[in-house]
């Protein structure tokens, strides 16, 4: 088994605490050398600005490919394309192009009445700058909001069709829920690449609610090998052997390229992909 390509994604703090850990994050897993590392927005995209100092920095200071997260939360189209340019002037042309979450105290995402009503138009406005490579957001599990999965795969073409070169997938537990997803996109016409995300599982009980909110289903065998596991003081050796597991049948299904959901834990991950084969290549000393 070859050493997949990989990915991160990495979220901005909103303390010292969390700025500690963040950077204690990038630093763990830069070594590794990433095709690339995404940087999220908060929830109702209230770490914007805290989105674009990370971004900035990890490009500056580590010299990695990052792809910022934009939304289409609470902005104007005029004031969301402006922080695009701003990050295509700091040399940062990926992005990772989202509706958005709805805004705290809401109960689902309503447009600004100037900004853009969903992520179809958030993809074409950024094409058709041509100054960016614009990934999106695809859900091998039917997503809250959706009708059904079919609704998914035809709004995944609909964001392809407007200018996305890549997806990556919600998170799930099972291999072959990615490899449905991956065959029903193929019958549907879509060809662009589709990651598969991955959530190094930290902790369990916060792991299963975050499952619940964004509709990823939970094995039943999963509850019971946790239940074990903590009780034995053994979650963090369960976790890695079950990424593991889950990451090799991926590969062996002819998948190249994992995006792992750091949460900025870094120590989960990078055991995972030294499992997998994934070697330090990059000296951090002649990183600045």
């Not at 805004?103 to 993809?123: M, Q, T, V, W, Y």
Request: hydrophobic residues 40%; glycine residues 6%; negative net charge.
């Amino acid at each position: 088994m070859s050493a997949p390509h990989i990915s991160f994604e990495f979220f901005p703090p909103q303390s010292l605490e969390a700025s500690f850990r963040l950077w204690e994050t990038v630093q763990a897993l830069s070594p590794l050398a990433p095709d690339f590392v995404s940087v999220t927005y908060g929830a109702g995209g209230t770490t914007r600005d805290l989105t674009h100092e990370a971004v900035a920095t990890i490009h500056q200071h580590y010299g990695l490919n990052v792809a910022a997260h934009l939304t289409c939360v609470d902005a104007t189209r005029q004031e969301t394309l402006t922080i695009a340019e701003e990050y295509a002037k700091a040399g940062v042309h990926e992005i990772v192009a989202l509706r958005g979450d709805a805004p705290k105290g809401k109960d689902r995402f309503e447009p600004h009445p100037d900004g853009f009503a969903n992520s179809c138009e958030l993809i074409q406005a950024l094409a058709d700058t041509g100054k960016f490579n614009i990934r999106v957001g695809a859900y091998p599990e039917k997503h809250p909001e959706a009708a059904d999965s079919a609704a998914d795969i035809e709004w995944l073409k609909r964001k392809i069709d407007a200018g996305a070169s890549s997806a990556i997938t919600q998170f799930f537990f099972e291999a072959e829920t990615f490899f449905r997803f991956r065959d029903a996109c193929e019958k549907a016409g879509i060809d662009a690449l589709i990651i598969p995300g991955v959530l190094p599982i930290e902790n369990w009980a916060g792991t299963r609610r975050f499952a619940a909110r964004c509709g990823a289903n939970v094995p039943d065998w999963m509850d019971d090998m946790y239940a074990k596991a903590i009780r034995d003081q053994r979650e963090d050796l369960l976790s890695i052997a079950l990424a593991t597991e889950l990451c090799s049948d991926l590969i062996d299904g002819g998948v190249e390229h994992l995006h792992f959901y750091t949460l900025n834990r870094p120590h989960l991950t990078r055991d995972i992909c030294h499992a997998l084969g994934v070697e330090r290549k990059v000296n951090l000393e002649n990183v600045a």
